[in-house]
């Protein structure tokens, strides 16, 4: 019993590098979500996707990237971090996104990436 | 905008009830869920309640939905140590732009029990 699994669970970067957070789901979900998680601030949807090969902007999304070429994956690629980007990180998925079904959203353990 | 909004932080003791109450602000909402966080770990759904509902109880959990107020409380029966978490609302007004399922959460309840 899998579900999301996100690696990895810490990570220290310094100002300027890169880095890619790993997401993968075996629920066979189609719906995928990336949010942080800042002390205060409650969850902020970064990206989502809605099926493999389509992805969109959520709420904060400059400083990151995704993509989802299979149902599984759908990893987050932070390109240039400034210490704003400090934050813990949880990935999501639910099984439709269609009305009908309950919208429950299955995390994975988070992320915790500090730049310094 | 959507927004949900809840109290930072609760104290109770052993063995006592907890409340832990929401408000949000958009009355198309479907669906209405507590996820629970527990240390280090990723949120949980614990329960939800369909908008067409008042109340829904599950063994110690009672959720309550004022739809006129758009209040929405968490009542745990017989607190334990188990229970210290953050308890997140959220509010789903169903599909989102792009068809997703846009859930908005609310910034986290931290329930502290006092053994």
């Known amino acids: 019993n899998a579900g999301v699994t996100q690696t990895p669970k810490f990570r220290i970067l310094k100002i300027g590098q890169s880095m890619t957070l790993q997401c993968t789901q075996d629920?066979?979900?189609?719906?995928m979500y990336w949010y942080r998680q800042d002390p205060g601030m409650g969850l902020k949807l970064i990206y989502y996707s809605v099926g493999a090969g389509i992805t969109d902007k959520g709420e904060v999304p400059n400083g990151y990237n995704v993509s989802r070429s299979t149902t599984e994956d759908f990893p987050l690629r932070l390109e240039l971090a400034a210490p704003s980007q400090t934050s813990v990180y949880f990935c999501?998925?639910?099984?439709?996104?269609?009305?009908?079904?309950?919208?429950?959203?299955?995390f994975g353990e988070g992320s915790r990436l500090t730049v310094l | 905008g959507e927004d949900v909004e809840q109290s930072l932080f609760l104290s109770v003791r052993e063995g006592d009830s907890s409340v832990i109450n929401c408000t949000y602000t958009?009355?198309?909402?479907?669906?209405l869920y507590w996820y629970k966080q527990e240390p280090g770990a990723g949120l949980q759904l614990l329960t939800y309640?369909?908008?067409?509902?008042d109340m829904k109880q599950d063994q110690r959990l009672t959720v309550l939905l004022n739809k006129k107020d758009k209040h929405l409380s968490l009542r745990i029966a017989d607190t334990q140590t188990g229970d210290s978490a953050i308890y997140f609302c959220a509010e789903n007004p169903g599909l989102g732009l792009g068809g997703y399922q846009k859930v908005t959460f609310g910034i986290g309840t931290k329930l502290q029990v006092i053994p």
């Open positions: 958009d009355s198309s909402s479907t669906y």
């Open positions: 309640i369909f908008s067409n509902m």
């Open positions: 629920m066979n979900h189609n719906y």
């Open positions: 999501a998925s639910s099984y439709t996104g269609l009305a009908g079904g309950t919208g429950e959203l299955f």
